[in-house]
């Protein structure tokens, strides 16, 4: 039997000598311990799949946040096993802001040091890409799908009216371990048999060195991966007019893909920014921003990005590149920002969710929106794809309670003034 046809708990203790649970203010479906290797030391946090597709839940992600937070507190590795769907849809607003704050937790930790491995044996999707693309490595097999739209959704998305684009082997091909370790040098392709993984987390848990690539090495990778001729990537070179009333009237602006910036800034301390899309915003607009924020000088107190962005584009062209590791070196670059004393205000101002507003979110020092804009897990559009038959609809006041975001604002006056 294959490593990864294994329940959570037999590749545990394959994988472990000892395991000692950590207590919980919550009881949710992760398994979060003291994961012992000899005389090597870890904190575990196991997704099971098999219950709720391993999703993320208000639960769940308590449970994440305490492991992240005992790792810190010891001084010790994160090891996440992650077979999960991604954010629970079914809880609204409580999700995404559960997931706010985990991921929030995480940059922090990782900013200040934390060492992170990931293993993927079978699924791996949504806001769980996003958690595996903060890690320094991630394990995969050839077995293993990994991506920040689901297969479903990414194929049901590109089709050319009734005809899929691309059948099923060879989408699960794109997704899968070995592509993804092809793609990004965060992943690393191993058999699926329990020595596999074994080798590579006894390498990990034995070194004191950081094994992910520099920030600049990253950023660099990112950057040649859009240019690829063998990963096909579209770029996006026709946007829609942005709409000035909703934000910024006394400006006009200029656009890349779904970037825009004002041809007017504010003063030489205030930097703004807009993501504006139809439906999604794709790899191109999460590199182009990270971009221009990461070249601002230190003389910048204060970063505005306006969203009127459904979500993130579950495109085929999205999903070669590796999209989640373009949200997270995003959030990664924002973060750094609030962190060094930078104000980054997300504003929403239209409609917002996905992996999008999950990123900009957890790494916003502030999140306000309009009382007319629109914030959800997945945009309808998706939803209908995956024929969702529950209500999705999420209210301000539910948003508020939740602390998905921070406050709501009549106009954008307030922001720019």
């Not at 769907?85 to 940059?107: H, I, M, P, Q, Y």
Request: net charge negative; hydrophobic share 45%.
């Amino acid at each position: 039997m294959r490593f990864s046809q294994l329940d959570l708990d037999q590749q545990l203790n394959l994988l472990f000598d000892e395991l000692l649970d950590i207590e919980c203010d919550t009881f949710g479906s992760l398994r979060v311990a003291r994961g012992v290797r000899g005389m090597l030391n870890t904190v575990i946090v196991g997704f099971d799949f098999s219950v709720h597709g391993g999703s993320i839940g208000v639960s769940e992600a308590k449970q994440l946040r305490a492991g992240i937070e005992t790792a810190k507190h010891l001084g010790l590795p994160l090891v996440m096993l992650l077979n999960t769907g991604g954010v629970r849809v079914t809880e609204g607003a409580n999700g995404l802001a559960a997931f706010r704050f985990v991921f929030k937790d995480l940059l922090d930790a990782k900013l200040a040091g934390l060492r992170v491995l990931s293993l993927v044996t079978r699924h791996c999707f949504g806001g769980g890409s996003m958690l595996a693309s903060m890690s320094d490595m991630v394990l995969v097999n050839s077995h293993s799908q990994i991506s920040m739209s689901g297969p479903k959704l990414i194929q049901a998305f590109n089709q050319d009216g009734e005809k899929a684009l691309i059948n099923r082997d060879d989408l699960h091909f794109i997704l899968g371990g070995e592509s993804r370790s092809k793609t990004s040098s965060r992943f690393q392709l191993v058999n699926d048999n329990s020595q596999g993984y074994e080798f590579e987390i006894h390498r990990f848990l034995s070194t004191k060195k950081n094994l992910g690539i520099s920030k600049i090495d990253a950023l660099n990778e990112l950057e040649e991966r859009l240019n690829r001729p063998d990963l096909s990537v579209i770029k996006q070179s026709i946007h829609p007019s942005i709409d000035s009333s909703k934000i910024w009237q006394h400006t006009s602006w200029s656009g890349k893909s779904a970037l825009f910036f004002p041809k007017n800034q504010v003063n030489e301390k205030v930097a703004v920014y807009a993501l504006v899309a139809e439906y999604f915003a794709d790899a191109e607009a999460m590199f182009d921003l990270m971009y221009a924020v990461n070249a601002l000088p230190s003389s910048v107190l204060s970063i505005k990005v306006f969203i009127d962005c459904s979500s993130h584009s579950p495109s085929l062209s999205a999903e070669r590149v590796l999209l989640s590791e373009y949200l997270t070196a995003l959030a990664i670059c924002l973060r750094e920002k609030h962190l060094s004393g930078t104000h980054v205000h997300v504003v929403v101002v239209g409609a917002a969710g996905g992996g999008i507003f999950a990123a900009l979110s957890a790494a916003a020092s502030e999140v306000s929106m309009l009382e007319t804009s629109q914030i959800r897990v997945l945009p309808p559009a998706a939803l209908d794809i995956m024929r969702w038959q529950g209500d999705a609809t999420i209210t301000v006041k539910q948003l508020i309670v939740a602390q998905a975001v921070d406050n709501v604002i009549e106009d954008v006056s307030s922001v720019m003034s």
